[in-house]
């Protein structure tokens, strides 16, 4: 067995070392990896940043029934702050700016007075992805030890390449249990129900990305009070104007604009607090995916050898392949749609000619099948989504992120509101129209509830108990390795417990799903003024169900940086443009609205007039989202110091330098003339 | 008289320097102005630096005949260089790219082996006028000399309160002869006609913000070229199919869309090449515009002194008075544009009634009177736009010019394209359309081109006539005071010359100017398809005549650095999105276009269809600007690998630094650990 002359293995390679071991990152292999390959790596971490490794501390546990071997990594105080100097992590300042941290500066910098807790947990579990990540194939290393068919290429991350292969099973940073209970306490607890969410203390516990979510999310719940707050006054007042709709749709429409211009200043103003927002945006010099591959070739900023993959092949493969399949798939989804409403009315005509009991049933039977077939579809879809962005081989994980937005808010676009384009555009059927847009509202949501906060909090309770079963079994049963120290068997504990949680899959089925909310609420505003108060109903639950979630279902993802919610934005404001369109075009065709006007008015001419309206409120849109400015005064002011300050350094430093080179310019000047007289 | 104890006054003040004196900028004083006010300045102008002056070289130049004194200011290659590294002018280094200017730092800077060619003369110039205008009053200056009623406050620019009290008279930099011929033989001489224009040299004699005028000229010039050559081809082959004008129209549309975004890709490769665009916007250190009051206050990124004007004020300015003014002059614009109509329409009928010869004038008499009005009217709107925007106290000159242009802009736009808009959709008669932009079209461009091309070019030829007479007379009646050595009798004939030029008044009219044929061309080309020939026919004359005007007819301007076109890209991207709208309204009301719809389409449907395409083509125009990058690739890579270079240079700086830190920080971990434990 490898896993037998492997254990003296670990003793030749490690020297045991006396500093006190604080696991932050645990690695897990999958059952059955050679041993060879483990030992190769955990060499490779504990090496020297000099001799290409990570030099970060390892501690490795093999439970021997199941052939897992599970690294726990960590590091010293003072490697992780070099490290943190070397990445550039921006840490408060002790003027109350954000800068790039200097160890040798490291007095000023606030809270550096006790070292071991001035980076945060997530800051340090980020640095030791930055740094395991970092470990490079040399041009020795030509194959991952133990398998010669995973080849290596001078230069490639080596853990990725683990990662890649199947050798690593998973990799994640581990929950600091007192931090979480104090985070939840101030996030979901139900007593704490009409606070604010915690967001800075969310953003030091999971990283600017997923901090940015949850206050988008608690942003845009704010914001959908108003027209909520509408919806319920015209359903419970008797005021029944003719214009109501109409004064509603504008209102909403307004109030969507006004919202996504206020949510860009309130990022912005985020992104500052957060250090985030000094950055020029420096695409090129950043590494590579793991993924991406073409021919080695230097990095034209860099200079560092790295694949390129010319752009003309990837918009050959974009324009070849990713529109067509993609625009088959849209069609697929109409068709199926349309195939939805055929069945339903001829349901509904059996059902009219014969009312029987099994004939009332006929009428939910296309409802049902097109339920279940969307489903299938759609997963269908989400697979081949992301097979056609893996292919279009994307060098930035960012723009990898933004193609895959872009390919399913497509589809879910289509998918959720082509039949309600189809009944309002096509049918112009407003009953119709209304009952279908409650229904898909609210069924969807309901779903979500349960889906996401009901059958996760009941299989965790469960969890834990099979992991407090499985922990007495396995104390018998377990080989461990100690190499700094032994481990805490509670941290034991608590590393089976996160191993069974699930990973979590990134922010972007969150938002996906405020997307389609979106869309329901503001589209087809005039239709159903009461979708606001139902999405601002579900969202309440949804931060609470969200948080708790993110605090005891995931396992805890590694911390991201973030300046912005990226192709998001764009996606909400694309969607806020389609709803002035949308909506005008509801309230020209409803009857109602066209007795109001003069009846020598022929009917080209009101079209005409609805359409000036739409122009006209296009127009205000685009006027009121260019006059609020993207940034806070307050916050443009301060960087704008900084800059200032920096350029002042700079100057102040070049003028001291040059007071003994002024002589130096003079003799320039006298050489030179000189030299014209001779 | 004040002039006659002056005389001496000047030789108190003044050091006779041997230095060779090479005079740059004229600085020209009202006649009669108090010689005290004159030898302060001069005083201040020649003072160093360290004493609060200019420490720049001044000749004077006093003509009794007028009692006019003239300043030839210049100054030493030493003194311009200095200047130069502190207003970090950016020069090109060895390795190609623009960096600020700095003296240490000489060598390593192209083109530095002839250190006093190593500033352009528009740079120096440049430098002489910012050196001047930083010239401020200190707590003693408490008003200017000899006029104890222009008070000074502390922190003023001396030169710019002498400008606006009226006492200079005039202050501009002088012409190259030599570099000025060079420049117009490759511009404007006949033989050169098919050339591009040589704008680097513009630029390099000019600066940034003329050059970028001539490159946006020229750029347009050639983007006409395929509308212009359709056009003529509709225009002689015998196609002549229905789709054709919709043919027309949406090419033309499309094109403009890609002209505008091809433009931006050209200018910040300009703005590149000539190291304009690596700043980041510090608006708020800038020096605020001479004439911007408030009370006294600090910078809040600076912390300088400086009036502060709060920015409610301002609004409550611009919402209170300048929108209901402007509003009330375009009311008056289209009022008088109906009066027209309703003038014309009358007088048609007399026409047609009694056709008699004194009727056939009275046909012409509207157009007439309209022509006069709208002009006397437009020149009373500019000065009601001035007064208002210099009533709305704007901080930068930047934000002043933006709204002045916003300004003229919308009550040009009105005044010229408000009737076209009245024949096209309240009139709806394409004849009349077609006949009244044409008119317009082509007699504007015949004024313009009478105006801008024949008259200054009959001025200049007899100007140079009187100057060789003046020269003679005022030789002998004109008193000279020298400081740095005689003046040369051909600088003296060039200022004489110079001084009689008309001052050239910035970018904006040219601007405006092309601004309303690029609606001309666009908005209506459905209905005009020569536009675009006759607006290429005229642009291609315009570009000589204008290099022309720069050369020989104006005075040199200051150079101005600029790295776009500013709120002009606005402008012609609005009217772009205007023309998409008028297009499609103007196919869609014609009954020809009409015919080719099956005929049991009804009038409502027509018109949705026809929302439906402009809805269409507006997406597809708001596609191709997203798609199309605003930098082009290498520019991105060049911008990325300068900052990239400088933060690693700062990386490796702060290595090295740290290298003799690493110890401190064990320290401080050991220190901590002792505490910890005791």
Known sequence: METQNGESGYVEILQKSQRPFNPLVVIEFTAGVKQAAIEWIVAKIQKSKAAGGAELDVNAVVMHHKQETVLYVGGSTERLLWAADMMDIKKEYRDGYHHEFSVDDVTNFRGSKDLDSFLTMAEKQKIILHELEAVRATEDDTAIAGYERFRLLSGNSIIKKYVSN?????????????????????????????????????????????????????????????????????????????????????????????????????????????????????????????????????????????????????????YGVTVPVVGFCLMVAFYLMLGYFYLQAWADEVYAKDKTWLNMTLIYMPTAIYAVIIGIVNNFYRKIAKILNDFENHRLQSSYDNHLIVKLILFDFVNCFISLFYVAFYLQDMTLLRSHLAALLVTQQVIGQVREAMVPFIFVRRRKQQVDKVMQKEAAIQKVEYFNGEMDQTIQKQVNLESTMDEYEGTMDDYLEMFLQFGYVFLFSSAFPLAAFWALLNNVTEIRSDAFKMCRVFQRPFAESASNIGAWQVAFEVISVIAVITNCALIGMDPEVKKLLPSDISAVNIVIIFVAVEHVILAVKGAVAYCIPDTPKWVEIELEKMAFQSKQALHAERMAAASSQQKKLGDLLKLETRETSI
Chains 1, 2 share one sequence.
């Open 166 to 318: 199947g050798i690593i099973a998973k990799m994640y940073p581990l929950h600091d249990e007192e931090e979480i209970k104090r985070l939840g306490a101030e996030w979901y607890q139900l007593k704490k129900f009409a606070n604010e969410q915690p967001i800075y203390q969310i953003r030091d516990y999971f990283g600017e990305k997923i901090g940015m979510y949850f206050a988008f999310l608690g942003f845009y719940t704010v914001a959908l009070i108003p027209p909520a707050f509408i919806g319920i006054l015209y359903l419970v007042t008797s005021w029944k104007s003719m214009y109501r709709e109409a004064i509603f749709a504008v209102f909403n429409l307004i109030w969507a604009t006004i919202f996504l211009e206020a949510w860009k200043r309130y990022c912005s103003e985020l992104s500052f607090k957060w250090g985030q927002a000094q950055d020029v945006e420096l695409n090129r010099s950043q590494e590579p995916r793991a993924m991406y591959h073409g021919t080695m070739d230097k990095n034209p900023v860099t200079g560092k050898p790295e694949p390129r993959y010319p752009k003309y092949k990837r918009s050959l493969r974009f």
